[in-house]
């Protein structure tokens, strides 16, 4: 599908932008969560994510891509929320995401957060792993522990 006027109208009138930032797609909606959008009665129907980045980048997707979503909202279309890669980048992202399920880290509903009680982000420089003394993967913030230590060995001296 080539990105034309028509696609571009078709395309605004099915978006709307929510709260958290996502451009939640209200046209046809396929099993999988992904919003589809087809010009008239015998064009082929596309993935509307697929549409929002030609549209938006202005070019064709290369053959063997495949456009991802950051924000893991199959039904979000925001150029920004996307991003164009091949299969393994998509399963690289997806890993990366389940990392701490694959680890086997216990996560209970705040480990959702990305942000320790004080602060710092849950990110992958600052997240550790450790065991907790029931033997479950807990998560840990880094900052957070270099500053404890440090409060210990000034209480010490
Ligand atoms: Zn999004
Ligand atoms: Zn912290």
Redesign the pocket.
């Known amino acids: 599908m080539t990105v034309d006027y028509k696609l571009i109208e078709f395309f605004w009138a099915r978006v709307v932008k929510i709260e958290n930032g996502c451009w939640i797609w209200r046209g046809r909606i396929t099993g999988r969560g992904y919003g589809t959008i087809k010009i008239g009665e015998h064009g082929k129907e596309i993935l509307a994510h697929r549409a929002s980045w030609m549209i938006h980048t202005d070019k064709p997707i290369e053959t063997g891509m495949i456009v991802c979503h950051k924000c893991d909202t199959s039904a979000c279309v925001r150029p920004d929320h996307l991003f164009c890669g091949t299969q393994s980048d998509n399963i690289k992202d997806a890993i990366n995401k389940k990392r701490f399920h694959q680890l086997g880290v216990h996560l209970p509903k705040n480990n959702l957060k990305t ?6 982000a ?1 990110d992958a420089q ?1 997240t550790g792993v450790s065991i907790n003394p029931h033997g479950a993967k807990v998560r ?6 270099k ?1 404890r230590a440090r409060q210990q060995r000034e209480l010490a001296k």
């Open positions: 942000r320790c009680p004080h602060g710092h849950y600052n840990y913030c880094r900052m957070c522990h500053l």
